[in-house]
């Protein structure tokens, strides 16, 4: 990306690719950890390693905007042999 505006709009689709691999083989999880800022448009969600949260969208100024939530939402990720 040019710049970090960039960069941040640029991790919603790896999110939401992320997001619903996660959702589809939860096995995967581990300690990863969904969470959901109200105040992104477009795809809002991110994943990160349980503990404190760290909002990658709004910058240091909002780190702490959003709450945990559930994986659903993401790209349907086929399993193999699914049709």
Not at 17 to 28: E, K, S
Not at 53 to 80: I, K, R
Request: proline fraction near 8%; glycine fraction near 12%; charged fraction near 15%.
């Amino acid at each position: 990306a040019k710049d970090l505006p960039a960069a941040r709009l640029a991790l919603q689709p790896v999110s939401e690719a992320l997001v619903g691999l996660l959702d589809a083989a939860p096995a995967l999880r581990g300690d990863l950890v969904a969470y959901r800022c109200p105040m992104v448009q477009g795809f809002p969600k991110w994943v990160q390693r349980d503990g404190p949260m760290h909002n990658p969208y709004m910058g240091t100024a909002m780190l702490q905007c959003g709450s945990s939530t559930d994986f659903s939402g993401g790209l349907h990720v086929h399993a193999e042999g699914e049709g």
